[in-house]
């Protein structure tokens, strides 16, 4: 029985018979080399391949077939990296879509220069040669958060269930629903975002409201009504109380807009926004708890500002076609990535002088400076919680500490 020796022992021998190999003739080398072959556990025509090599065994091994990685320059995997962090992690396809909207801005915002042959490649880049470029600096994080909502029975009759919403491609029928920001605890009180997409554009607009009353709730919804480029002519949710009561009824119904609701428990009914309360919310935001006025402010600011257009002119996203199964799997076809700003465009309901209007707004804004200023409000923002979290929890302490010194008087006066 023949041992196999380790990588370093094969490597020593190698280079031991290397150059006695070379020297020997065509007899001498076929014992060499079947003892090499023997010894090391090697193919024959490799052994060949690697006796005849004026390199290592290392350096054979580092050899790959195939053509030349013209996309792995440094100012390429920069631009790419750098505008991957800038839109907040796109997936590969919406950030393929993306560079042509932030191509222009990049050396401007970085100070970094573009030869002709980078500008090119990066041109030319595939979504797969993204995806393998980014691998190395790809980071998940799982979070979980809470549910929150709480059923609104009362009124269900008064609202009907519409479970077909991606069949509309007319601008103006949205969904809602609002996400907590309790940091994992849904005691006392604190801020949510009303969250709203449009489900033939994906356009999204955010409101923050505090403990999500009915008031509160009905005036973000208007607040954001106003700065839409369009109408609302349909509007969809599921059964939480902050939506299924008179207030917005009445409101809607004054205004004909078409008011619907998911299927109790269905969570898929409402798949649009669904997604939105991460891509947008909590990925930008993340699970901390906001339960200051100072917050709510700072979070209305932002989203009345910067991070609307941002959203909205320069990130494209995907829209599912059709989905169908084939045997045991379920196949999804998707359109091309896009922003929400190019599919409002593109429709023939939305008038050419608000079309205007969006085309010069954007032409005036730098994605790069965008993203940058978002990312110094939300860090102000996220900031200011860990400080009102760290008082909370001194304050619990005091409070715990209080408790057992009048547990201790207690019991010294009842001995």
Not at 36 to 52: E, Q, S, T, W
Not at 66 to 94: A, D, M, N, P
Not at 267 to 279: F, L
Not at 371 to 390: C, F, G, M, P, V
């Amino acid at each position: 029985m023949v041992t196999i020796m380790g990588k370093t022992s094969r490597n020593e021998y190698y280079q031991s018979i290397r150059e006695r190999y070379k020297k020997s003739d065509k007899h001498r080398k076929k014992y060499i080399l079947n003892e090499f072959c023997k010894i090391c556990g090697y193919n024959r025509k490799y052994a060949i391949r690697l006796l005849n090599n004026n390199g290592s065994e290392n350096q054979e091994r580092q050899k790959r077939p195939g053509r030349r990685k013209k996309y792995y320059k440094q100012r390429v995997i920069e631009f790419i990296l750098q505008t991957w962090l800038s839109t907040h992690h796109l997936c590969s396809k919406r950030l393929k879509a993306a560079i042509k909207d932030w191509l222009p801005f990049y050396t401007t915002a970085k100070g970094i220069s573009l030869t002709g042959e980078d500008l090119k490649l990066i041109e030319t880049v595939s979504s797969r040669t993204i995806d393998r470029i980014l691998k190395p600096y790809r980071k998940k994080y799982k979070t979980y958060g809470m549910a929150t909502t709480k059923p609104g029975s009362i009124l269900k009759e008064f609202i009907p269930i519409k479970t077909k919403q991606w069949d509309e491609t007319k601008p103006g029928f949205l969904e809602a629903d609002t996400v907590a920001h309790c940091g994992g605890s849904i005691a006392g009180d604190f801020i949510f975002t009303v969250n709203m997409v449009d489900i033939a554009t994906n356009w999204t607009i955010q409101r923050a409201v505090w403990c999500k009353g009915q008031k509160g709730v009905k005036e973000a919804i208007i607040s954001m009504e106003n700065t839409l480029p369009f109408k609302i002519l349909g509007f969809d949710t599921d059964n939480g109380s902050e939506f299924l009561n008179w207030n917005l009824i009445s409101y809607f119904k004054n205004k004909k807009v078409k008011f619907s609701r998911s299927r109790p428990y269905e969570k898929n009914d409402n798949a649009h926004i669904e997604g939105k309360n991460w891509t947008v919310v909590r990925r930008y935001l993340g699970y901390e708890r906001f339960d200051t006025m100072e917050t709510l402010n700072l979070l209305n600011e932002l989203y009345k500002s910067d991070w609307y257009k941002y959203l909205n002119y320069f990130l494209p996203s995907v829209k599912l076609k059709s989905k169908d199964r084939v045997g045991s799997k379920i196949v999804k076809i998707h359109d091309e990535a896009r922003t929400p700003l190019e599919r409002l465009l593109e429709s023939s309901v939305i008038k050419n002088e608000v079309k205007l209007k969006l085309r010069k707004e954007k032409e005036r804004m730098n994605p790069y400076l965008l993203s940058d200023e978002i990312n110094r409000r939300t860090e102000k923002i996220k900031q200011l919680a860990k400080y009102s979290k760290s008082g909370m929890n001194q304050r619990s302490l005091s409070d715990e500490v209080k408790n057992i010194v009048n547990q201790m008087k207690n019991v010294a006066v009842k001995k």
